[in-house]
């Protein structure tokens, strides 16, 4: 005869929600990035099983890691802290599966969900609540919500996703803002008149690129739908943004802020609607591997990764 399963028998049962919030939620939250993971393998087959699962571990990895740095700075207990951090990193894979699924609908959530696991890694030292204070991006724009304060909802404007967007829209073959796919990424999104852009690292043989992300912005080309799919594309510039988004909420925020305030009573002004984004910690790390293991951008951390979630949209 078998038993019936009470909920103290359960795997998570209300009193282990009580008594361990934080390992609860680091249950829900790798329990919800697996199965957003199955649901997207059955959609798009042409991921790379072995590197995905990689970078999805590498995500929660990232969260711990920053949680980790910032109870040694500020001597936080080192084990509450961690969790939280893990809690972070799996709601940032979580995020980039959602965009992964290479469906307009669920971009959005993804990339305001990697800023969630991002804010929640980057506030994992502190004993607030852990939704106190998240910073979401409405690129060129990073809003800064947190409940119950005097302001609650505050927004900064990004120095490099501006001087990009100005570039783009100045340039030489000026593109068209594309306001469906902007409202659907939450970033500026732009259809240029060139069949392919410029490139400079694109091999000898390439004709250009397809599309192109930087720093918040993406313009795409105008051989959309003949040469390459633009749905599939649009998800993987879109992984890079959740790359740059990741970066900005754990290190590039706090470093705008930490050097403007360095300027004294100008600085801090400055700083209540601008963040120097052009100090991004992970980019570095990035830019640095490759030219450690001397590999093509292709090959390097930010092109796999983007590649493990969203293949792109080469028409094969
Ligand atoms: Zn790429």
């Not at 949680?67 to 936080?76: E, N, P, Y």
């Not at 690129?209 to 959309?224: E, M, P």
């Not at 700083?271 to 830019?287: G, K, N």
Request: include cysteine; aromatic fraction near 6%; hydrophobic fraction near 45%.
């Amino acid at each position: 005869m078998t038993k019936p399963v009470t909920r103290e028998r359960a795997g998570l049962s209300l009193r282990d929600m009580r008594s361990r919030p934080w390992h609860s939620l680091l249950l829900i939250a790798l329990g919800l990035s697996a199965t957003v993971s199955a649901s997207t393998f059955a959609q798009a087959p042409a991921r790379d099983r072995t590197a995905h699962v990689r970078f999805l571990a590498l995500n929660v990895a990232i969260g711990a890691t920053a949680s980790i740095a910032r109870a040694v700075v500020t001597g936080a207990p080192l084990r509450t802290t961690i969790t939280k951090g893990l809690v972070g990193g799996a709601l940032m894979s979580t995020g980039m599966e959602l965009i992964g699924t290479e469906s307009p609908a669920t971009r959005f959530a993804g990339l305001q969900l990697t800023a969630v696991g991002a804010s929640v890694s980057r506030n994992a030292d502190t004993g607030a609540p852990l939704l106190s204070d998240i910073t979401l991006p409405i690129y060129p724009f990073y809003v800064r919500v947190r409940p119950g304060s005097s302001r609650p909802v505050t927004a900064r404007l990004s120095a490099t996703s501006a001087v990009s967007l100005a570039s783009v829209l100045t340039g030489g073959r000026r593109p068209h803002m594309d306001w469906g796919a902007t409202l659907a990424t939450g970033a500026p999104v732009l259809r240029s008149p060139r069949w392919r852009l410029p490139s400079a690292t694109c091999g000898d043989l390439c004709e250009g690129a397809f599309a192109q992300h930087s720093a918040g912005v993406i313009v795409y080309s105008a051989s959309a739908g003949t040469d390459y799919d633009l749905r599939r594309t649009l998800a993987h510039e879109s992984l890079h943004l959740a790359q740059q988004t990741r970066d900005a909420v754990l290190g590039g925020i706090t470093a705008s802020d930490a050097a403007l305030a360095r300027l004294g009573t100008p600085g801090r002004s400055l700083s209540r609607f601008l963040v120097v984004d052009f100090l991004m910690p992970l980019r570095l790390v990035d830019e640095a591997d490759a030219r450690v293991r001397g590999v093509r951008r292709r090959d390097s951390w930010y092109e796999t990764e983007a590649r493990a979630f969203a293949p792109g949209g080469e028409l094969r």
